[in-house]
């Protein structure tokens, strides 16, 4: 068990600009999330996959983002045309499918968007 | 939207001391979780309760839940340093296991 990880970390980027972010979930989980945190918040719901299809999407979700896991594995997050408002911590986080501790996320260290 | 509201929004205490949290929540529950979360180390899962469940306890760890009142409480006993972190409780309605965060209390532990 490897934990998530999320790349890059960090990402300076100019308002107008699009932004992809990868996340490698633990390898035996088939379930993804991504939240978003801003300073001072708690992290905020946007999407969820079990395997690859996409399950729910938040409100917070506009149709400038999208998000993937095409073979059930990694994940995606792009942004277009970004925003300042979209300046956050982006975090993603893998469970399992089922059994005693389904419904504990593991969460990755995160990617730390900032939009000049 | 954040459905748990902490309280109080931040807290400091002595090494030694219990630091006792609360979350109040909205809307029927499943499942009640807290997160831990430091510059170290991230998001980290700390407990679990479940809506039929009334307490929990966990090494210095213990929860309650009062579904009636729609509140939770988390007690950390004997504090150290190292609880130093921002700690979140988070509810599920169960079905997909959508979790919706809180917005958190800063606990700070002086050594």
């Known amino acids: 068990d490897t934990g998530v990880s999320q790349d890059p970390r960090h990402k300076i980027t100019k308002r107008g600009q699009n932004v992809t972010f990868r996340c490698d979930p633990i390898?035996?989980?088939?379930?993804l999330y991504w939240y978003r945190q801003t300073l001072g918040q708690g992290p905020e719901f946007l999407t969820y996959?079990?395997?690859?299809?996409?399950?729910?999407k938040s409100r917070l979700l506009s149709d400038r983002f999208s998000a993937e896991r095409p073979k059930g594995s990694f994940s995606t997050l792009e942004i277009q045309r970004t925003e300042q408002g979209d300046s956050a911590m982006y975090l993603c986080?893998?469970?399992?499918?089922?059994?005693?501790?389904?419904?504990?996320?593991?969460f990755g260290p995160g990617t730390r968007l900032t939009v000049t | 939207s954040q459905q748990g509201e902490e309280d109080p929004q931040a807290l400091s205490i002595q090494e030694g001391e219990n630091a006792t949290m609360n979350c109040s929540y909205k809307?029927?529950?499943?499942?009640l979780q807290w997160y831990r979360q430091n510059s170290g180390r991230g998001l980290v899962h700390l407990i679990l309760?479940?809506?039929?469940?009334r307490e929990k306890h966990s090494g210095r760890l213990r929860v309650t839940l009062d579904t009636s009142k729609k509140s939770s409480s988390l007690l950390i006993t004997a504090s150290r340093a190292a609880d130093t972190a921002s700690y979140f409780c988070?509810?599920?309605?169960?079905?997909?296991?959508?979790?919706?965060f809180g917005i958190g209390t800063k606990l700070q532990v002086i050594p």
């Open positions: 986080a893998s469970s399992r499918a089922g059994g005693e501790r389904a419904y504990e996320q593991y």
């Open positions: 390898s035996e989980h088939n379930r």
């Open positions: 996959f079990q395997n690859e299809a996409q399950l729910e």
């Open positions: 809307t029927s529950i499943n499942n």
């Open positions: 309760i479940r809506s039929n469940e």
């Open positions: 988070a509810t599920d309605a169960g079905g997909y296991q959508k979790v919706t």
